[in-house]
């Protein structure tokens, strides 16, 4: 009363390893794709921590004393930490322009999680310079000395100390130290 015939109910050998292929073809891409986010966000963590850094460079100048800034940078167009290290920073003209010279070098050489960064502050005197002017432009030369006696165009640059295997990129902020007197 025993039927002879045999039902194999299941998957055979190779559809269990076409789909094992398939299903790790699949999880690979995968893979790649969640590893390139996040290092495109890492990257852009970085990028922001760099921006953070210049703006809060920004600030400290912006708190220093307007006529001592702007006899420093005619004298000097750069404020550059290569000449204000952690253990020297005894430029006369540094010393000059900023009351607490050991204060200034931390602002130029910051640590932040363990990263050390440099930070160069550049003065824009072309933004305030004495040229002609085409006509028409909204900027005349009136306004531009009414600027030069009020503020210092500077741009802030921030980059890593070492590299270590990151990409070598600078971030840059733009913003102006204001006299005392409009602040």
């Known amino acids: 009363m025993h039927s002879n015939q045999k039902q194999e109910q299941g998957f ?20 790649a794709f969640f590893t390139q986010a996040m290092t495109y966000s890492k990257s852009n963590q970085n990028k922001t921590i760099m921006v953070n850094i210049a703006r809060n460079a920004l600030f400290y100048m912006e708190k220093q004393d307007f006529e001592k800034m702007e006899t420093f940078f005619n004298a000097k167009s750069e404020l550059s930490a290569a000449e204000c290290t952690l253990t020297n920073c005894n430029d006369s003209a540094y010393l000059a322009a900023f009351s607490d010279g050991t204060a200034l070098a931390y602002v130029l050489h910051p640590t932040v999680n363990n990263i050390e960064y440099t930070i160069d502050i550049k003065y824009q005197s072309k933004l305030v310079e004495n040229k002609p002017q085409p006509t028409g432009t909204t900027v005349n030369q009136i306004d531009r000395l009414t600027i030069k006696k009020y503020l210092l165009p500077v741009k802030v640059a921030v980059k890593r100390a070492q590299s270590d295997g990151q990409p070598a990129y600078t971030v840059e902020v733009e913003g102006y130290i204001n006299d005392e007197e409009i602040r």
């Not at 055979?12 to 893979?31: C, G, K, Q, R």
Request: net charge negative; charged share 5%; no cysteine.
């Open 12 to 31: 055979t050998l190779i559809e269990v390893l076409a789909s094992i292929v398939i299903l790790s073809v699949v999880s690979l891409v995968l893979t």
